[in-house]
T-cell receptor, first 112, second 112 residues
Framework: QKEVEQNSGPLSVPEGAIASLNCTYS??????FFWYRQYSGKSPELIMS????GDKEDGRFTAQLNKASQYVSLLIRDSQPSDSATYLC????????????FGKGTTLSVSS | SQTIHQWPATLVQPVGSPLSLECTVE??????LYWYRQAAGRGLQLLFY??????ISSEVPQNLSASRPQDRQFILSSKKLLLSDSGFYLC???????????FGSGTRLTVV
């Protein structure tokens, strides 16, 4: 069974620090990887996508992908209290006609 | 631009009553459509997905069903709700070339 694993947290960081969120996946041939942010009571919002090994930066967010280790991470620099949310990792299996597999999410709390 | 509409936002239904949740997408054609459920404190569970009109794949056998009567309309139904059907129901869409999903605002269903 294909799985996506995340540490449920909570991960607590002070304002201005770097938050590091991690995700591992079981299907070695997965090709597409996504990070979603979900505020309490709201629907998930896509914040990053990554398809190739290495780093992808977008503002304060950096996604890192290591396919050999089957590992995806999200770094949030200069964390703000508004970053407090649950972050979901999602992996797209390569098989046609399949849907994204989501991890259960990591809850991040940024204290001011 | 593409938008996804989902309604109602909240719903309280008695056990044994029927259910109909509707989702529509604007600004695109032939989207892939998905229904997910998120129970309290748990991850996203894929219920149904559709790659075209009348083409529905079920991931979880239960008392729920889905239909896609039009290209950009996806409906989630039940003839008789159970207490275990309570949760946050999310509709999402994606393009045919993969990529991340865009979620609707969700329906919070409480079965009493």
């Amino acid at each position: 069974q294909k799985e996506v694993e995340q540490n449920s947290g909570p991960l607590s960081v002070p304002e201005g620090a770097i938050a590091s969120l991690n995700c591992t996946y079981s299907d070695r041939v997965s090709q597409s990887f996504f990070w979603y942010r979900q505020y309490s009571g709201k629907s998930p919002e896509l914040i990053m996508s990554i398809y190739s090994n290495g780093d992808k930066e977008d503002g304060r967010f950096t996604a890192q992908l290591n396919k050999a280790s089957q590992y995806v991470s999200l770094l949030i620099r200069d964390s703000q209290p508004s970053d407090s949310a649950t972050y979901l990792c999602a992996v797209n299996p390569p098989q046609a006609g399949t849907a994204l597999i989501f991890g259960k999410g990591t809850t991040l709390s940024v204290s001011s | 631009s593409q938008t996804i509409h989902q309604w109602p936002a909240t719903l309280v239904q008695p056990v044994g009553s029927p259910l109909s949740l509707e989702c529509t997408v604007e600004g695109t054609s032939n989207p892939n459509l998905y229904w997910y459920r998120q129970a309290a404190g748990r991850g996203l569970q894929l219920l149904f997905y559709s790659i075209g009109i009348g083409q529905i794949s079920s991931e979880v056998p239960q008392n729920l069903s889905a239909s896609r009567p039009q290209d950009r309309q996806f409906i989630l139904s039940s003839k008789k709700l159970l207490l275990s059907d309570s949760g946050f129901y999310l509709c999402a869409w994606s393009g045919n070339r993969g990529g991340g999903y865009t979620f609707g605002s969700g329906t919070r269903l409480t079965v009493v």
